[in-house]
């Protein structure tokens, strides 16, 4: 307890601070952005070694090495591949500084520490994230579904009852192109600006 102490009052401590949208062009993980494809930063926390960036896109995360060194790991988990999931704040005790933030992005846990005075605005990623992970889960859900609609299709193929309709190969193009869109675009969610937008106030 004496150590967590010194660390905070000789400014030393890893606890993270919110930082606001007019400082978000001096951040490391700015460098980063897709902005070509209309990539943005909508929440982003740093502590003394670490940025933890939430865009529309994904998760970008400046991992530092050290507080005193200047390497530096870009690490981006993007919303369409990393299932977000165990979404939990874990607030502070009277004496101590910070609160967590934790997650997953499959089996890759964060737990990040931030002053607790940023509670307000921890609440909103929180919620953020939860929102994504629940999306997350019903995209999945409905891609099963086009695989086992594209089984009951093949099934009906093999004992052939399937209407007339050209070659077999113009049918297999069809139904993999209309599999493709269902599994990679309709049911893949990559840009959540509008839950951002609905949930961050920062």
């Not at 601070?17 to 062009?25: E, F, H, R, S, T």
């Not at 070694?49 to 050290?66: P, Q, R, W």
Request: hydrophobic share 40%; with cysteine; glycine share 4%.
């Amino acid at each position: 307890m004496f150590k967590k102490f010194a660390a905070d009052a000789l400014g030393i401590s890893d606890i993270g601070v919110i930082v606001g949208p007019a400082d978000y062009n001096k951040v490391d993980a700015d460098d980063y952005l897709f902005s070509e494809d209309d990539e943005q930063i909508f929440f982003l926390i740093k502590s003394k070694k670490d940025e933890y960036c939430f865009t529309n896109l994904a998760l970008i995360h400046v991992d530092g090495d050290s507080a005193v060194s200047s390497k530096r790991s870009i690490k981006r988990y993007e919303y369409s591949s990393f299932q977000i999931s165990g979404v939990a704040i874990e607030t502070a005790g009277t004496l101590d500084m910070d609160i967590e933030l934790k997650f997953r992005m499959d089996d890759i846990a964060f737990s990040i520490d931030v002053k607790k005075t940023f509670i307000e605005q921890l609440k909103d990623i929180y919620k953020a994230l939860i929102s994504i992970g629940r999306q997350q889960r019903r995209d999945e859900v409905c891609r099963k579904n086009a695989l086992r609609a594209l089984e009951a299709t093949a099934s009906v193929h093999k004992l052939n009852i399937a209407p007339d309709g050209g070659s077999l190969t113009t049918q297999f193009n069809a139904l993999l192109a209309a599999l493709n869109t269902a599994v990679l675009d309709t049911h893949t969610k990559r840009d959540f600006s509008d839950v951002f937008t609905k949930y961050i106030h920062n």
